[in-house]
Each structure stands twice: as structure tokens, then as C-alpha cells.
């Protein structure tokens, strides 16, 4: 029993000195520290990330979902060190499990590319914040109004009401149109009338149709003026400043009523005709 206790069996350490109070007196002191690492390391953890989700709330410029984000990565890396620290307690070569992490965070990196991509798009977005929730923008082709922004995809509500995601690595790679940005918005049309009409006349009831309607805004100046002369109509192209909100519906409806008003008017609205001359014999 004597030799087996004294027969050497790792690193030049015996049973014995295995079973020695020393010995379970510094695993138990490792043990202790590993724990009070991995305690502090978690605390330390959440503290960081509420830090950064407060400094998120603190400003209301700045997007909270970035924040959340950057919380959980630090919180996350903070939390690494504290299992590398352990490791470290016990022995461990740390240089080693970082090479492998390492190595293996490039063989995800690789294979995830994509979604990675869409991350670091979904980051930007958040952090310059080319629109918000609620504005009605063009992306990528398609167009709606903004209901979510995460940070691998934005979804869109369409005019139809139809759900669009669209990843976050072609919204930013490619132009945003984004048609809330300003409080404001021009509208434009152009209103054709007969060469026979009377041109004051036509201009005068244009303009009345139009600043009758509240929403036309009268600063800056709209703008009506003899732009075209056609084939068979004088157009006058007409320009009005109006709130974004109602820009859509604004400019449907004044179609509708300069059209009414210069009925109303006497005023003759050309459309297109054909003279067909019959060729004698």
C-alpha cells in the first residue's frame, strides 16, 4: 500500500502528495478563487451592459437598440475573461484556448459571412439612423412604412398593407429614399387647358382651387406658371409646398378639384383627337 501511495503519477506528484492537506488546501483555495472570478466576472458583466443601455435611454437621439446590443457584446467579453482568469487559476495554458478560440471564431466568421454582413449593416443603421420607425422610405426597390429595425433585417409595411423584410446588408449598400425625413413636401402636377382658353383666367382659377383646400401652405409661394406648349394643350405646371403626412391624399385630391373648378370655370380641359380626312377619287 506503502509504494503505491509513493509511486509517481503525474508531473512528478504521488498519491500521497495528492491526498495531502496542502494539496486539498489549494484546490479548495482555486476552487474558492474560480468562483469569486467567475462572480465578479458576471457582476462586472451586467454592470457594463446597464451602463451602456443607460447611456442608450439617457440620450433621445441615440437608437436603444445599438445599445442593447453593445451591452450584451460587453457584458459577453467581459464574462470570457473571467473563464480565461479561472483556466489561468488552474494552470491552464490560456494562450492555447485563446489560439482555439480564435481559430474558431474565423471558421464561424467565414461561414457566417453573410449574416455577419447584415450585422455590421444592421449597426450602422442603428447608430446613423438614415430613418426611424413610422417614415415611409424606398429600399432596395421596395417601398413602405418602416415597422421594425433589428440588426439583421428592417421590416416594412407596403401601400397594400403586404410585410417586406429586407436584410440589413442591401439597405445599406444601396440608396434610401426616405420620404419623412422633412415635415415638408413639394407636390407637383401639371394641368393641361385649350389653346382657345383664356390663360389669366385658367391661372387665377388654378390657384384659387389650390389655396382653397388648408393643407396648401402659402410660404414658400406656390408656383403656377406656363410650362408646355403641346400638341393640343397649354399646360401649366404647378407647384405647392404641403405637410409630408399629407402629401399622398393632398395631391389626389387637388387633381379632382382643379379638374371640378375649371369645369366650373368655363375653362375647356383639351384631351386627344384624330381628323380623319377622307382622300377623293
Known amino acids: 500500500m506503502n509504494d503505491l501511495l509513493t509511486t509517481e503519477i503525474w ?57 442593447n446590443f453593445l451591452g450584451n457584446v460587453a457584458r459577453y467579453i467581459v464574462i470570457g475573461f473571467a473563464f480565461l482568469f479561472v483556466l489561468n487559476t488552474f494552470g491552464v495554458q490560456t494562450t492555447s484556448v485563446v489560439a482555439v478560440i480564435g481559430a474558431a471564431g474565423l471558421a464561424i466568421g467565414l461561414a457566417l459571412q453573410g449574416t455577419l454582413s447584415n450585422v455590421a449593416a444592421g449597426v450602422m443603421i442603428v447608430f446613423f439612423r438614415p430613418f426611424k420607425l413610422g417614415d415611409f422610405v424606398e429600399v432596395n426597390g421596395e417601398m413602405g412604412t418602416v415597422k421594425d429595425i433589428t440588426l439583421n433585417f428592417i421590416e416594412l409595411a407596403s401601400i397594400s398593407n403586404v410585410q417586406i423584410i429586407v436584410p440589413n446588408g442591401e439597405v445599406w449598400g444601396n440608396t434610401i429614399t ?17 389653346y382657345g382658353a383664356n390663360l389669366k383666367a385658367a391661372e387665377e382659377t388654378i390657384r384659387d382651387a389650390i389655396l382653397m383646400d388648408p393643407r396648401s401652405k402659402t410660404d414658400p409661394e406656390p408656383f403656377i406658371q406656363v410650362n408646355n406648349l403641346g400638341d393640343s394643350s397649354v399646360d401649366f405646371l404647378v407647384r405647392v409646398w404641403c405637410d409630408s403626412a ?9 387633381k379632382r378639384k382643379v379638374k371640378e373648378a375649371l369645369d366650373q370655370a ?6 386627344p383627337t384624330r381628323t380623319i380626312v377622307k382622300a377623293e377619287d
Open 178 to 194: 426616405n420620404y419623412s425625413s422633412y415635415p415638408t413636401r413639394r407636390a407637383e402636377w401639371v394641368f393641361g387647358v385649350g
Open 266 to 271: 368655363g375653362v375647356p380641359i383639351p384631351f
Open 246 to 254: 399629407d402629401y399622398f391624399q393632398y395631391q389626389a385630391d387637388m
Open 11 to 67: 508531473n512528478g506528484k504521488t498519491i500521497a502528495d495528492f491526498l495531502s492537506p496542502e494539496f486539498l488546501l489549494t484546490i479548495v483555495g482555486s476552487v474558492l478563487a474560480a468562483l469569486f472570478i467567475l462572480f465578479v466576472g458576471f457582476l462586472l458583466g451586467g454592470w457594463v451592459r446597464k451602463r451602456l443601455v443607460r447611456l442608450g435611454e439617457k440620450y433621445s437621439h441615440l437608437d436603444i437598440t445599438l445599445f
